[in-house]
């Protein structure tokens, strides 16, 4: 017996999940929400090659292979920023980089404060922030939330526009520091921040927001490489991203400091009611040897726009 549905209730149900889907935006927040349906990229980290032996490294036992820091300035162009990964670049997968997802273009409701951006740094240096990778005894990672507070903008909301790393040495360790750059909005302010990692990345799966989602991620975060067929060796790789949606070529052999760096994106997205969700924060993380990020995403409201 034919147990399959039809007729034109069936139908009405179809269309009104098309026109009316169950995980759509607020009404008082369509207009965000729109402004924000945009393409997004990935900015990456491109300057001037060093070679190793001049790039910062760090090094968490007495044998164990060097992590590589790229530390070259990562700009969205004054965009919104909507998302953070860590990445091992090079061929050798050993050099870490931080990328960041940004909006194509920038949504007409957010207006840039002047031409100068804020460069937000806390130097406090506080030995409670610093957490070792392995051991007490090799490289440590500043664990400090990096956040630009409103007492430092005269009350303005501001959104991360640049980010890049900083290895310093203190006290014959090396430390890991993240670091940005920030740019100001006028006749913003946040209305409310959340903080989120790689272990707590929930996504909804409506159609109205699957559908956004997927027409506007395809092709993020792709690598460029070589048109000629490369060898069976992780050496080759361009860069290694492990739990990526995306289509990033992977090597076969997963890179050794892979164990040392947790490489899964942390973004929101249209999927992420109400949908218009940008990068506020963030601070490197250790866990379970690894270092990994969490990022704190903000939602703005803009008084200008309601009278």
């Given at each position: 017996m034919d147990c399959s549905l039809s007729g034109p209730s069936v139908?009405?149900?179809?269309?009104?999940?098309?026109?009316?889907?169950?995980?759509?935006?607020?009404?008082?927040?369509?207009?965000?929400?729109?402004?924000?349906?945009?393409?997004?990229?990935?900015?990456?980290?491109?300057?001037?090659?060093?070679?190793?032996?001049?790039?910062?490294?760090?090094?968490?036992?007495?044998?164990?292979?060097?992590?590589?820091?790229?530390?070259?300035?990562?700009?969205?162009?004054r965009r919104p920023v909507t998302g953070i990964c860590l990445f091992l670049e090079?061929?050798?997968?050993?050099?870490?980089?931080?990328?960041?997802?940004?909006?194509?273009?920038?949504?007409?409701?957010?207006?840039?404060?002047?031409?100068?951006?804020?460069?937000?740094a806390d130097d406090s240096l506080d030995k409670a922030y610093f957490e070792p990778v392995s051991s007490k005894m090799f490289s440590h990672v500043c664990t400090a939330p990096v956040e630009c507070l409103d007492s430092h903008t005269g009350g303005y909301a501001c959104i991360v526009t640049k980010a890049w790393f900083e290895v310093r040495l203190i006290k014959r360790k090396?430390?890991?520091?993240?670091?940005?750059?920030?740019?100001?909005?006028?006749?913003?302010?946040?209305?409310?921040?959340?903080?989120?990692?790689t272990s707590s990345i929930v996504r909804k799966s409506g159609f109205f927001s699957t559908l956004l989602s997927t027409r506007l991620s395809k092709g993020l975060h792709q690598i460029e490489t070589d048109p000629k067929p490369l060898k069976d060796d992780a050496s080759n790789a361009v860069g290694y991203h492990g739990e990526s949606n995306t289509d990033q070529p992977v090597p076969t052999k997963p890179p050794k400091m892979l164990r040392f760096v947790d490489t899964k994106e942390v973004v929101r997205g249209p999927e992420d009611m109400p949908g218009h969700w940008m990068v506020t924060g963030a601070r490197l993380c250790?866990?379970?040897?690894?270092?990994?990020?969490?990022?704190k995403h903000s939602l703005l409201d803009y008084p200008d726009m309601d009278n």
């Open positions: 139908k009405l149900s179809s269309v009104n999940q098309l026109m009316y889907p169950a995980d759509k935006p607020p009404t008082e927040e369509l207009h965000q929400f729109l402004q924000f349906q945009l393409p997004r990229e990935w900015a990456l980290g491109v300057g001037p090659r060093r070679r190793k032996g001049k790039s910062p490294a760090l090094q968490f036992s007495f044998m164990g292979s060097k992590l590589y820091v790229n530390t070259a300035k990562v700009n969205s162009g090079g061929r050798k997968s050993d050099h870490l980089g931080i990328h960041l997802q940004h909006l194509a273009n920038l949504p007409s409701i957010i207006q840039i404060l002047g031409n100068h951006d804020l460069e937000y090396k430390v890991l520091f993240l670091r940005f750059e920030y740019s100001i909005l006028s006749s913003s302010i946040i209305r409310r921040s959340e903080w989120s990692g250790v866990q379970d040897g690894k270092i990994s990020i969490k990022v």
